[in-house]
């Protein structure tokens, strides 16, 4: 039975061609996926590594929080690491040199004023030389190390997309006014921050400690070399000996440092390869449709020969293996030919995101692990021989006497009832569950009950076959007449064939249908946010929302044209055991800046020297109007704040309100997460550029207007959902394949009918209109329904985040919707294009007689 498998297989290699093909690119998905985040994460390593090669010991103060990063006091602790036990660790036995390290964020402007690199990435640090006058983290390419607090050195990234050169004047900035600086040196840097698309900037020791840290002649950390011959860890115990007695001060050898980093580059790597893989599992799962099809379509046309096969004694187990022989030896070589596709998809990717992306990934050699093979290798053939067992059970069933016919045995009433009465039990499951979700607003309810009612439809798809395509059907009789009609009966003939066709598409469909109606929901929403909630002009941050200087805030408010203004000041506090955020605002003028919705109380509970909570935060803290909470503020001092009153819940405002006059005195050098402001004559140009001016042109410093806050959601928005539709690309691609597939092989399978078709004077443009008119209906069919199930997914959806957006209802784009549709048309006309050809050109004596 296994040569008659392997016969088979290559007497169908024409028709198995696009099955083959599905499995590929699934697994060439998987493959892909693996490879290059095994790649990145071995060549992350490596250089994570070598950055630590002269740390013997590295010592951390996390209460030296640096002032640009400072949002809730915790920079507000005394200094741990001073020059003075930094200088008594270099003197320690074994200890070569002991370095002092300061680090923050720092904007560097281009010739135009704009920021250069990634907001996010904006490294600024202190050039610590040694004997030699280089600093050993960041090897110089030309020039010389900043020596006072007019000079500053680049990485030669950042230089050249500057435009800059040493002895040019750069604009630098922190979370305050530009400083004009003369560069000196460009450096070489291993940073994968700076490597990714960031920038960095190095100043002078003590520039770095005003610039960072909340106390003068402090560092955040210091790395220690040691002589050579020294054991790492009996260093580490001696720099224990030396360190301060701080909770927040922590040493460990640089070898286990770098272990914790791997780790953490271990874990961003998996969540990025479990995150792909998912998608990379729904091209899979589009797969498993066209090969249940594929298998159920050839055992169909086949029958007289199975039938032949246990008429000479070959019994029902052996027709199994044999049909399960047959997909295993698909699977293994489609899942080889994945393997090795996605090892070039690998090594393109990488190319292209060094390349014409800019990301500057670390070079490393392509890792193809073992387990990557024996994982793509597995998986392809497991879910080819999966999809085949329940064709390879109908085939056993075949009797003997079926060699007396030929053709496909057609599903009887029982089955197709059975099948209906399951799919409408599990739909019904699916929608109680979306239901129940969405009144809880349970995600986890939200997503069972919507894998259930996708299944639940797919079991009940032959059924809605029939009423559906009934929709389209007197559009193409009328419009094409014959080749119409027959279109419309050749997709209904066969239900489950179109329904396993039709489903592959809908899957597809029903994800990417939902992600749009939630993207253009949330968007939505936003606008209506930014509308009413928001009655600022102008929202002023940091661009990589970091924190703006304290004295930011009074700048603007003196700045012409500027009516009112509010800062926000987000500080951590203790409650009892709990710790929480309160958002510090000016009483006075929060009130024209921005909408207090107020439920219970008082509007003017602010100017009364009481708090504001918002309603998920009373009733989390359970309170009301007149309560007091205890708290203890950054420094360690405690009050107590009276609820003046109970707001509705906002995505702009925090969940506490709180006089910033209450909180400021207790969170000394603690930042601005925003400004608010509102102009004499509204949002105009003028303005905008006063505020620029005010805050010293600083490149980092964003100055947004409503209608750029608007614009900046839907973008974000934008772009995930484009990264979401590429992802999901691959299992549409999947889709049209078996479409192709069913096509072809239905072509096949008719080829005396079409001949007959021919005989009787339908002509060959009328041949190849039915096959494309049916492969439309199909496409359709699925398309519908998957944009039925993706909006009812999303709406489901929604529920569970009016809780983060208030006002959320569910928006259902037309445009986008309608486009879906014609797409999936056009890939239905697009699939039926080579079938339809081969149709046309049938020989019609060579098509009638055969069987």
Known sequence: MYRTALRNVLAHKGRLLMTALAIMLGTAF??????????????????????????????????????????????????????????????????????????????????KGNLIGDGFSTTGTNYVPGADGTDSR??????????????????????????????????????????????????????????????????????????????????????????????????????????????????????????EQDKAIAETTKGLSQALLVFAGISLFVGIFIIANTFTMLIAQRTREIALLRAVGAGRRQITRSVLAEALLIGTVASAGGLVTGTGIAVGLKALVNGPLDANLPDGPLVLAPTTVLITLGVGVAVTVMAAWLPARRAARIAPVA???????????????????????????????????????????????AGALLVGVFVLTPLLSRPLIALFSPLLQRLYGM???????????????????????????????????????????????????????????????????????????????????????????????????????DAATIGEVATLAVKEGSPDALRQGKVLVSAGYAGYWHLRPGDTVEVRYPDGATGTLTVGGVLENSASLGGMLVPDSLVAPHAPGVGLSKVLVKGANGADAGLKQAIKDATGGNPLIAVKGRADLKAESREMVTAVLNIMYGLLGMSVVVAVLGVVNTMAMSVFERRREIGMLRAIGLDRRGI????????????????????????????????????????????????????????????????????????ARLNVLDAIKSE
């Open 403 to 449: 060699a007396m016919g030929s053709g496909e045995q057609p599903a009887t009433q029982k089955s197709l009832l059975v099948r209906n009465l399951i799919g409408g039990v599990i739909g019904l499951l699916g929608a109680a569950g979306l239901l129940l979700g969405a009144a809880t607003k349970s995600t986890s309810a939200v997503g069972a009950g």
């Open 30 to 111: 998987v493959a892909g996926t693996m490879v290059f985040t095994d790649t990145l994460g071995s060549a992350l390593k490596s250089q994570n590594a070598r950055s630590f090669t002269d740390v013997a010991v590295a010592v951390t103060d996390d209460g030296a929080v640096s002032r640009s990063y400072d949002r809730g006091g915790r920079g507000s602790t005394g200094p741990a690491l001073t020059e003075e036990v930094r200088s008594r660790i270099a003197q320690l036995p074994g200890a070569a040199d002991a370095r002092g390290v300061v680090s923050g964020f720092a904007g560097i402007a281009d010739r």
């Open 483 to 585: 080749p119409g009609k027959l279109a419309r009966e050749n997709a209904l003939r066969n239900p489950r064939r179109t329904a396993a066709t039709a489903s592959a598409l809908t899957i597809g469909v029903t994800l990417i249908t939902a992600l749009t109606v939630v993207g253009a929901s949330v968007n939505r929403a936003v606008d209506r946010a930014a509308d009413v909630d928001d009655r600022a002009d102008y929202t002023v941050t940091m661009a990589n929302y970091s924190v703006l200087s304290p004295e930011v805030g009074a700048q603007i408010a003196k700045a012409p044209g500027v009516a009112a203004s509010s800062v926000e000041r987000t500080v951590e506090v203790e409650v009892g055991q709990e710790t929480t955020w309160v958002t510090g605002v």
């Open 138 to 259: 960041y090897p110089l390419v030309e020039g010389r190390g900043p020596r006072s607090a007019s000079e500053v050195a680049l990485d030669t990234h950042t230089a050249r997309k500057g435009g800059f050169g040493v002895g040019d004047t750069v604009r630098v900035a922190v979370n305050g006014p530009v400083m004009e600086l003369r560069l000196t040196g460009l450096l070489d840097t291993r940073d994968p921050r700076v490597q990714a698309g960031g920038s960095l900037a190095a100043f002078d020791t003590a520039t770095a400690q005003r610039l960072y840290l909340t106390h003068p002649g402090q560092f955040d950390a210091i790395d220690v070399k040691a002589k050579p011959g020294t054991d790492d860890r009996q260093l580490l115990a001696l720099v224990r000996q030396a360190l301060p007695k701080a909770d927040a001060v922590t040493a460990k050898t640089g070898a286990d440092l770098a272990a």
């Open 768 to 839: 190849g209109r039915m096959v494309r008119l049916e492969s439309l209906l199909i496409a359709l069919f699925g398309a519908v329904i998957g944009v039925l199930l993706g909006t009812v997914v999303a709406w489901a959806g929604n529920r569970t985040l009016t809780s983060s957006f208030k006002d959320l209802t569910t928006v259902v784009p037309p445009v986008r919707i309608l486009l879906f549709l014609v797409l999936a048309a056009v890939i239905g006309l697009l699939a039926a294009a080579w079938p339809s050809r081969r149709a």
